[in-house]
Structure formats: structure tokens, C-alpha cells
């Protein structure tokens, strides 16, 4: 079975730095998504980043890139140059290559300082 | 992108009745999903809806309890039947066009169980 653990329930930031937010996994298959989901109170969830396991290279979109570490199992979220609009729960989750089911973690709620 | 559409937005429902949620997406898709997320947790998949057969239950989920259908590859309901306090959680539709694309997620309906 997997797991998504978050281990950051809260975290805060001055708006324009920088903020990574952690997220380890357990899977037993070698083929596999990993994902990072944005919340904001209107409850919608948005896709931020994905992650092929295959690919070595860490993805990015804008301010947002990831620091992908396939043997540690290791999976975190970037936010630079965080912006108001960032304030959201953020959400890790995995998906096996093949399978529909999405595993999340229990969410980091990020607030950022003004 | 797909747009999903769920109503009702929000409700109250009294104990022992049973609310029927709709999830109307703007494209045809392949996938059709419902998730349920419990105050201050994670999303966890209830169902994968299936077009014109039987949904696919989760582990602690049944049919008599979350009946859904998907008429067609656009539209699916997902009913929470014989409602308890328990029960009260935001239900998210989601759905993918094809395997390996991007899962878009609905707004979500916030249901309270008195």
C-alpha cells in the first residue's frame, strides 16, 4: 500500500521569500506520479506540480519546482517569491503507474506573512 | 482544461436522510472520481464512477451507503444515504480524460449532518 506522510501541519512565510515544504512516500512499485495540490478556502483543488518517477530531472512551473530524491523516497515543494496567493493548504500525493487511485497526505497549511 | 461543476455547494441535512450530490463536467471524460475529505483531513477516493456499469468501491466504502451512477462521460451522483453526524464531510468530484492526463477536481460539496 502507499503512504504520503506531511510532516509540516503549519508553515509560514514573509511574502517575496522563499518556503519548502516536505513530503515523504512509501511504495513498493517503480513506476509512479507524485503530485503537489494547492487548497484555498474555496476548496477546489488545483494542481501545482507533477513529478514522473522516472524522470531524474525536478520539475517546475514559474516559482513553484520540486527536490525529487527517488531513493529517499523524498518528494518537497519549493514556493518562491511567495506571493498572498500562495495561502492555501498544500497537499502531497502519489499514484502508481497504472493504478487510478490517488494516495494524499494530510496537508501543510501555508500562510504567508505580509 | 476541464471544468467540473458540483452542486449543491453546500448543505444541513438532519440525520437518517440521504442528500444526492451532482458532478457535471464540461468535456467528455474518461475518468470519473469522488473523494471525501473529513474535517481537517485528507482527501481519501470513495469510488471511481464507471460509465454505464457499476462504480468501484474502496476499501470501507459500500454501495448501499455511497450509491453513485455516471449515465453518461460527462455527468456522475454520488447519493450519501441513511446520513449520520459522521457523515459530514466535503465530498470532491474529479475526473481525467484519458489515463497518465491531468485530474481536475471540482469545487466540492460541504455537507453538515445534524
Known amino acids: 500500500a502507499q503512504t504520503v506522510t506531511q510532516s509540516q501541519p503549519e508553515m509560514s512565510v514573509q511574502e517575496a521569500e522563499t518556503v519548502t515544504l516536505s513530503c515523504t512516500y512509501d511504495?513498493?512499485?517503480?513506476?509512479?506520479?507524485l503530485f503537489w495540490y494547492k487548497q484555498p478556502p474555496s476548496r477546489q483543488m488545483i494542481l501545482v506540480i507533477r513529478?514522473?518517477?522516472?524522470?531524474?530531472q525536478n520539475a517546475t512551473e514559474n516559482r513553484f519546482s520540486v527536490n525529487f530524491q527517488k531513493a529517499a523516497k523524498s518528494f518537497s515543494l519549493k514556493i518562491s517569491d511567495s506571493q498572498l496567493g500562495d495561502a492555501a493548504m498544500y497537499f502531497c500525493?502519489?499514484?502508481?503507474?497504472?493504478?487510478?487511485?490517488?494516495?494524499f497526505g494530510t496537508g501543510t497549511r501555508l500562510t504567508i506573512i505580509p | 482544461s476541464a471544468v467540473i461543476s458540483q452542486k449543491p455547494s453546500r448543505d444541513i441535512c438532519q440525520r437518517g436522510t440521504s442528500l444526492t450530490i451532482q458532478c457535471q463536467v464540461d468535456?467528455?471524460?474518461?475518468?470519473m472520481f469522488w473523494y471525501r475529505q473529513q474535517p481537517g483531513q485528507s482527501l481519501t477516493l470513495i469510488a471511481t464512477?464507471?460509465?454505464?456499469?457499476?462504480?468501484?468501491?474502496e476499501s470501507g466504502f459500500v454501495i448501499d451507503k455511497f450509491p453513485i451512477s455516471r449515465p453518461n462521460l460527462t455527468f456522475s451522483t454520488l447519493t450519501v444515504s441513511n446520513m449520520s453526524p459522521e457523515d459530514s464531510s466535503i465530498y470532491l468530484c474529479?475526473?481525467?480524460?484519458?489515463?497518465?492526463?491531468?485530474?481536475?477536481f471540482g469545487s466540492g460539496t460541504q455537507l453538515s449532518v445534524l
Open positions: 500525493a502519489s499514484r502508481n503507474f497504472g493504478n487510478e487511485k490517488l494516495t
Open positions: 464512477a464507471n460509465q454505464g456499469s457499476e462504480a468501484t468501491y
Open positions: 474529479s475526473a481525467r480524460r484519458a489515463t497518465n492526463e491531468k485530474l481536475f
Open positions: 513529478q514522473e518517477a522516472y524522470k531524474q
Open positions: 468535456s467528455q471524460v474518461t475518468m
Open positions: 511504495t513498493s512499485e517503480s513506476d509512479y506520479y
